[in-house]
C-alpha cells in the first residue's frame, strides 16, 4: 500500500508541474498579444471547483478543479474546452482570440508545447549540472544481457553483450533508449563467449516486441542489498552482501533465472549456493507463498563499473538540450507503432505512467520521468487531432496557407469531435491498464 501511495504521489506532483508549465506558455503568450485570458485551472472544474481565487483588478480567475485529467486555460474569443458558444455570438473584440493575425494565434497555441520542450531541456540541464551523467557501458555487463523469448527466436542467446547493430557501434546499452535500434536494425552484432556473433534480424520482428513485456536487461549476480525483517532470508540467516549463485543442482547463473527458480519452489524447501566475504556456502530456505524470500537486490549499477561525467553549470544546458532530444527521437520512432494491432494493445492510463515511477522517493529518478513525461506530452499535444493544440495548430496553418478562416461552427464541430475520442482514448488506455492488472 505504502509503495502504491508513492507512486501515486510521484504521478501527481510531475503530472501538476507539467499542466502548470504547459498552460502557462498558452497565458504567457495570450498576454503578450493582450489576448484576455478568464481562467487558468489545474484539472477541470465542471460544476464547481476545490480552490478558485480572482485577484483584484485581474482578469484572470485562478483556481484547481476536481477531475484531474490535465488543466485549461480559458481564452477569450476561442472555441476550447469550455465550448462557451454564447460569448461567440456577442460582437467580437479587440482583446479576443479571434480577433488576432493567425500567426499570434498560432504562437498562442504552440505556447504550451514549447514550455514543455523547454521544462525537459532546463530539467535534464539540472540534473546534469547537479549529478552528472551516469551510464554503464555495454563492455563492463560482464554477465551479458538477459532477453526476451522474441529475440532469442531471432538468435539472440541470454549473456550476449551487443556490440553494434548495421555498423554502428554500441557503446552503452540503456534497457530502454538503445531497445528501438536494435529490434529496428538489419543486423545485430553481439559478443558471444569471447567471440563476436553477428545475428540477421528477421522481417516483423519490431512490431512482435511490442507484445511482450520485456524486452532486455542487465544480467547480472544476484547480491543481497536489503533482508526484511521476519522472511523467508531473516530466518535463513542470509546477510547483506551475500552473492547467491545458485539453486539446488543448478548453479552459475544470474539474478533473473534466480528469481525465476525462487518463484518454481515456493513454499518448498531449497539449497542456495552462495559466496560470503569469498567463502562458499549452502543454505537451505523455503520460499514463501508468493515464491519470494524478501531481500532487495544491488542493482547492476553498484555491481559493475560505470562511468560518470560531470557538467559545469554552463556546460550542462547543451548536455541537457542533447538529452531532451535524444528521448525525444527515440519516442518519435515508437510512436508509429502505436497505430499498429499490437501498439493498441500495449496502450496504458495513469496505472502504466504511475508504474514507471520508482517504489522508493528518489529526486533524480523523479526529475529524470518528469522530463521524459515532459517531452511525451509536448509531442503527443502536436499531433493533429481537434481538441489537442495540434488541432488547432492545424486549422490555422490551414488560414494561413488558404487565407481562408474555418468557420466557428466547425471549429465547434470538430472540437467536440475531438473531446470525444479524447475521452475514449483515455477510458480505453486505463480500461487496459485495468484488463491487465486483472489478468495478469
Known amino acids: 500500500m505504502e509503495t502504491i501511495l508513492i507512486k501515486a504521489l510521484q504521478l501527481i506532483l510531475s503530472l ?56 485549461f486555460v480559458k481564452i477569450s474569443g476561442m472555441i476550447d474546452e469550455s465550448m462557451d458558444k454564447e460569448a461567440l455570438k456577442q460582437a467580437p473584440q479587440p482583446w479576443e482570440f479571434r480577433t488576432k493575425p493567425a500567426g499570434q494565434r498560432l504562437l498562442i497555441m504552440v505556447g504550451g508545447v514549447l514550455m514543455n520542450f523547454i521544462l525537459a531541456f532546463f530539467i535534464y540541464a539540472m540534473i546534469a549540472f547537479a549529478w552528472g551523467e551516469k551510464y554503464l557501458p555495454a563492455s563492463n555487463v560482464k554477465m551479458g544481457f538477459t532477453y526476451n523469448e522474441t529475440f532469442r527466436e531471432a538468435g539472440f542467446e541470454n549473456g550476449d553483450i551487443p556490440v553494434s547493430y548495421d555498423g554502428i557501434s554500441i557503446e552503452m546499452v540503456d534497457v530502454r533508449s538503445e531497445l528501438l535500434n536494435l529490434i529496428e536494425a538489419k543486423e545485430v552484432t553481439v559478443l558471444r563467449k569471447g567471440e563476436k556473433v553477428t545475428i540477421p534480424i528477421p522481417i516483423g520482428f519490431s512490431t512482435k516486441n511490442l507484445m511482450e513485456k520485456t524486452h532486455i536487461d542487465y544480467r547480472y549476480p544476484f547480491v543481497v542489498e536489503k533482508i526484511s525483517g521476519g522472511a523467508p532470508a531473516s530466518k535463513a540467516g542470509l546477510e547483506p552482501g551475500d552473492s547467491i549463485t545458485g539453486v539446488n543442482e543448478i548453479d552459475g547463473i544470474a539474478a533473473g533465472e534466480i528469481s525465476t527458480l525462487l518463484a518454481e519452489n515456493k513454499e518448498k524447501e531449497i539449497t542456495l549456493h552462495l559466496y ?46 542533447r538529452m531532451g532530444i535524444e528521448i525525444a527521437q527515440e519516442y518519435l520512432k515508437g510512436l508509429k507503432y502505436l497505430f499498429t494491432k499490437e501498439g493498441a494493445q500495449s496502450v496504458g492510463g495513469f496505472g502504466t505512467i504511475a508504474g514507471i515511477f520508482p517504489e522508493q522517493w528518489n529526486w533524480v529518478a523523479f526529475w529524470s520521468m ?71
Open 276 to 321: 560470503r566475504q569469498g567463502e562458499a556456502l549452502d543454505i537451505s530456505i523455503t520460499p514463501n507463498e508468493s515464491g519470494k524470500i524478501g531481500v532487495a537486490l544491488r542493482s547492476p549499477y553498484l555491481i559493475y563499473e560505470t562511468v560518470q561525467k560531470h557538467y559545469g553549470f554552463f556546460a550542462a544546458f547543451p548536455a541537457g538540450i
Open 370 to 440: 518528469t522530463a521524459f513525461l515532459s517531452i511525451i506530452l509536448g509531442i503527443m499535444n502536436l499531433l493533429p487531432v481537434p481538441a489537442l493544440d495540434g488541432g488547432h495548430v492545424m486549422f490555422l496553418l490551414y488560414e494561413v496557407v488558404s487565407g481562408r478562416k474555418p468557420s466557428d461552427k466547425f471549429l465547434e464541430y470538430a472540437q467536440m469531435t475531438g473531446m470525444i475520442l479524447l475521452m475514449a482514448l483515455i477510458l480505453y488506455a486505463n480500461g487496459m491498464d485495468i484488463i491487465r492488472a486483472v489478468f495478469k
Open 16 to 71: 501538476s508541474i507539467l499542466v502548470i508549465i504547459h498552460e502557462c506558455g498558452h497565458f504567457l503568450f495570450a498576454r503578450v498579444f493582450n489576448v484576455r485570458v478568464e481562467k487558468f485551472y489545474l484539472f477541470f472544474n465542471p460544476w464547481f471547483s476545490l480552490f478558485k481565487y480572482k485577484p483584484k483588478n485581474s482578469e484572470t480567475e485562478y483556481g484547481i478543479g476536481w477531475v484531474p485529467l490535465g488543466g
